[in-house]
């Protein structure tokens, strides 16, 4: 499962839920029919319950969703801070130089001398841009995922090549 966001907050008295958004470009999940819910975002796939949208809109800096089967302001209570996913194959393919966080977690990351510098463990959104977390063992890199300082992303190696030192 690819994870997509988080329910943050109920929005409303009608079961209607706010969504924190982990992308670029949240109006698109409105093309899917059924959104994923679990309360951990490293669930396997048979823990994440299926839940059909029945509307989706833009609210601020993210969204608002209606789903079946929560038809009320304490339903939506009940999901707050759980993590919303699709199956990677009915996510369109991202564009050239995009990725899902989801592809990204777990890649070696290593700088321009090739020395490892660790492996992603996670992404944070700061509005700017999005922010590498990169674990070694007890130490914790974050490198700002832009054009100066991501040389490349090769998913196929498995591999994220970064302008950073290991000193930093």
């Known amino acids: 499962m690819i994870v997509l966001g988080r329910i943050a907050a109920p929005f409303g008295v009608k079961g209607w839920v ?3 958004p982990f992308g670029d470009d949240p109006l698109a999940w409105g093309e899917m029919p059924q959104w994923w819910l679990s309360p951990t ?3 396997p796939a048979p823990l994440w ?3 059909t949208l029945r509307d989706c809109q833009e609210h601020g800096k993210g969204l608002v969703a209606s789903l079946d ?4 302001r304490s339903a939506a209570e009940k999901l707050q801070g759980w993590f919303i996913a699709a199956p990677r194959e ?6 050239s130089n995009e990725y899902y966080w989801g592809d990204l977690i777990g890649l070696a990351v290593e ?32 490198i700002p995922f832009v054009g100066a300082y ?14 950073w030192q290991r000193d930093w």
């Open 18 to 20: 706010k969504i924190q």
């Open 41 to 43: 975002d490293d669930a």
């Open 69 to 72: 089967g929560v038809a009320d």
């Open 111 to 142: 700088n321009e001398a090739g020395e490892a510098l660790g492996l992603i463990s996670g992404l944070i959104s700061t509005g700017a841009h999005d922010v590498l977390q990169v674990r070694s063992g007890d130490n914790e890199r974050l």
């Open 90 to 95: 009915s996510l369109p393919q991202p564009a």
């Open 150 to 163: 991501v040389i490349d992303v090769d998913l196929a190696a498995r591999r994220v090549r970064v302008a």
């Open 49 to 51: 319950v299926a839940h």
